[in-house]
Each structure stands twice: as structure tokens, then as C-alpha cells.
């Protein structure tokens, strides 16, 4: 028997880098209570869909060098910088990019971090699949990449997690009409050699982001056997 989920999803429309992550520890925190005092049971996992305003993010084992202008410029280009708690390197948020964070008790999922980084993975693959769009993953760098084994490598959706007592935290962020000049400021994900793309960019369409992220929703309830409440 296949067990389900239950999952509230919650699309904050367009919100501020770290109003959006302090909502995210909130959840954690009502999640983690619930694992403990044994009513998880009756509690809902999350799973927020949002848009960032201009921001770069950098986790905690990320160079502060990977940001590659000073905060002047940062003003100028109307930007703005915040260190996090995820895993991985450098990487750019901004209206046009869909970001998704899932709030999982990983343990009642039976899947450990590696586990759930891969069902992310392949629920984006599948996604853009159904837009023609042949996406893969490349060996040693998570994410997910377009002609991963050739020169023209290039990255299409970044991600970056963080579980915190047994809860995952953060996400994936997926260039959909995502402005990609903006990844010209830094070093995306650590990787000084690697491009970056969009599905507009692919496609040469600007998309509409709402079925966009229906069909992203549809694939995480698919991987991860979600139940939405």
C-alpha cells in the first residue's frame, strides 16, 4: 500500500529572500514539535512555491569570492545579498525563476538526503521533459544541467537543502523567464567554467509561469507520493 503524504501547498506569490526563510523555520519548528510530542500524524508537510525579488544567496560552506561585485553595485543593479543555512555554494534568485521549498519529515518519507536530492532532481527532469526541453543530471554536481557531457554545459535549475532535525529545508530554484544577466555577477554554484539557462531561453518563448508550477507540482506529488490537503 502506498502511503500518502499529507501536504498543505502554499504559493507565496512574490516575497523578500529572508521573510520567506523565516516563514520556512516556522514551519520546521511547528513540523519538529510534531515529530516529537508523537502527533505528526495528524500534521500536514508544506510545500511553498515562490518568486524571489533580486537576490543572491550564499550557503554555508559557499566563498564569499564566488559574488564577484561589491554591494554599490549590488544597489545599482537593485539587489541585495544574504548568507543561509542551505547546503551549497553561490546562487541568484529573481522574479521569472520559480523556487520551490519542501518542508519533509524525511523519515516518515523513508528516504535519506541523497535520497531526496535525486527525487528532486528527477521530478525537474520529467517536468521539462514534457516541454521538450531534454535535461540530465551531471556526475559530481547536483542540480540539474542541459548537454551536461559536452562544452555547452549548462545549468537550468539550481539545488541547495538543509535538513534540520529530521525536517528538509530549502530547495530548488528552476530558470523559467529568469533574467540570466543577472547570474553574470557571480560564480553560479561555485562553478567558474559551467553557463546557465532558462526555459525561455530554450524554448525562445516567455512561458506562463502558473502552469509552470502546476506541472512542477504535479511531479513532486508523483516523487514523493504527496497527498495535498
Same mark, same amino acid.
Given at each position: 500500500?502506498?502511503?500518502?503524504?499529507?501536504?498543505?501547498?502554499?504559493? &507565496?506569490?512574490?516575497?523578500?529572500?529572508? +521573510?520567506?526563510?523565516?516563514?520556512?523555520? +516556522? =514551519? %520546521?519548528?511547528?513540523?519538529?514539535?510534531?515529530? &516529537? *510530542?508523537?502527533?505528526?500524524?495528524? /500534521? %500536514?508537510?508544506? @510545500?511553498?512555491?515562490?518568486?524571489?525579488?533580486?537576490?543572491?544567496?550564499? !550557503?554555508?560552506?559557499?566563498?564569499?569570492?564566488?559574488?564577484?561585485?561589491?554591494?554599490?553595485? @549590488?544597489?545599482?543593479?537593485?539587489?541585495?545579498?544574504?548568507?543561509?543555512?542551505?547546503? !551549497?555554494?553561490?546562487?541568484?534568485?529573481?522574479?521569472? +525563476?520559480?523556487?520551490?521549498?519542501? &518542508?519533509?519529515? &524525511?523519515?516518515?518519507?523513508?528516504?535519506?538526503?541523497? +535520497?531526496?536530492?535525486?527525487?528532486?532532481?528527477?521530478?525537474?527532469?520529467?517536468?521539462? *521533459?514534457?516541454?521538450?526541453?531534454?535535461? #540530465? @543530471?551531471?556526475?559530481?554536481?547536483?542540480?540539474?544541467?542541459?548537454?551536461?557531457?559536452?562544452?555547452?554545459?549548462?545549468?537550468?535549475? /539550481?539545488?541547495?537543502?538543509?535538513?534540520?532535525?529530521?525536517?528538509? #529545508?530549502?530547495?530548488?530554484?528552476?530558470?523559467?523567464?529568469?533574467?540570466?544577466?543577472?547570474?553574470?555577477?557571480?560564480?553560479? %554554484?561555485?562553478?567558474?567554467?559551467?553557463?546557465?539557462?532558462?526555459?525561455?531561453?530554450? =524554448?525562445?518563448? *516567455?512561458?506562463?509561469?502558473?502552469?509552470?508550477?502546476?506541472?512542477?507540482?504535479?511531479? @513532486?506529488? *508523483?516523487?514523493?507520493?504527496?497527498?495535498?490537503?
Amino acid at each position: 500500500m502506498t502511503l500518502h503524504h499529507k501536504t498543505l501547498c502554499i504559493d &507565496l506569490g512574490l516575497a523578500e529572500y529572508k +521573510q520567506s526563510w523565516d516563514y520556512q523555520e +516556522q =514551519l %520546521c519548528r511547528q513540523l519538529q514539535k510534531a515529530v &516529537l *510530542n508523537g502527533s505528526y500524524a495528524n /500534521a %500536514c508537510n508544506y @510545500l511553498l512555491f515562490v518568486e524571489h525579488p533580486h537576490v543572491y544567496t550564499l !550557503g554555508k560552506n559557499g566563498k564569499p569570492g564566488n559574488l564577484l561585485v561589491n554591494s554599490k553595485f @549590488l544597489n545599482k543593479i537593485g539587489a541585495s545579498f544574504c548568507m543561509t543555512n542551505r547546503g !551549497g555554494d553561490i546562487t541568484y534568485h529573481g522574479p521569472g +525563476q520559480i523556487v520551490v521549498y519542501p &518542508l519533509f519529515y &524525511l523519515e516518515a518519507f523513508r528516504m535519506g538526503v541523497r +535520497q531526496y536530492i535525486e527525487n528532486l532532481e528527477e521530478a525537474v527532469i520529467r517536468m521539462l *521533459n514534457d516541454y521538450q526541453i531534454k535535461a #540530465m @543530471l551531471m556526475p559530481g554536481a547536483i542540480g540539474v544541467w542541459l548537454d551536461a557531457d559536452t562544452p555547452a554545459a549548462r545549468k537550468i535549475c /539550481a539545488i541547495g537543502v538543509r535538513v534540520s532535525r529530521g525536517i528538509s #529545508m530549502h530547495g530548488l530554484a528552476l530558470n523559467v523567464n529568469t533574467r540570466l544577466e543577472y547570474f553574470n555577477y557571480i560564480h553560479p %554554484c561555485g562553478f567558474v567554467d559551467k553557463g546557465v539557462t532558462s526555459m525561455e531561453k530554450e =524554448l525562445h518563448s *516567455n512561458l506562463n509561469i502558473h502552469e509552470v508550477k502546476e506541472n512542477i507540482r504535479g511531479k @513532486l506529488a *508523483n516523487a514523493f507520493d504527496l497527498e495535498f490537503v
